[in-house]
């Protein structure tokens, strides 16, 4: 199969799991924005929020506390929604699960360096425009570009 790809089946299976972490992508962009509209309204005690009514609808009674909460466990669960795609697309590229393992830690790995980067910014603030931009990158499809390039630089060996 040298020089020819991969084959039409598998195209197949790479472009549903690209299209479900496109879409996955395009509900978090929608709840964290949404979410974010409703801390700052909390947060401000503004005379209302500017969250998409059904987001308000969800989270009337919420307070900040809880809705910060539920921000932190949205954030690490996209983590783990992105690195699971990460690891059935190497599954599919690959043919074999041996990748899971390393996919995994490299996640979490970068999730506790923004984590870290997150709370040194107190004594460095820049620290947290990088934690950020590394939480959100882990929360996107963004790593799925870094297993296809991985993946057909390990079938260009072959």
Known sequence: MKGRGIRWDRRVEVALVLAAAIAYGSWREFTFINLNYQIDHLAHHTPFSYAHSMVQGWLRGWGLQAVLALKWFLAFFSMAVMAALCAVLA????????HAGPIFMAFTGFALLSLALHFLARQVPPFE?????????LQYPVPLVFVLIAASLAQGKD
């Not at 599954?91 to 041996?98: D, E």
């Not at 425009?129 to 990158?137: E, G, N, R």
């Open 129 to 137: 425009l990088v934690a950020v931009q590394l939480s959100h990158m």
């Open 91 to 98: 599954r599919i590229l690959l043919g074999t699960w041996r």
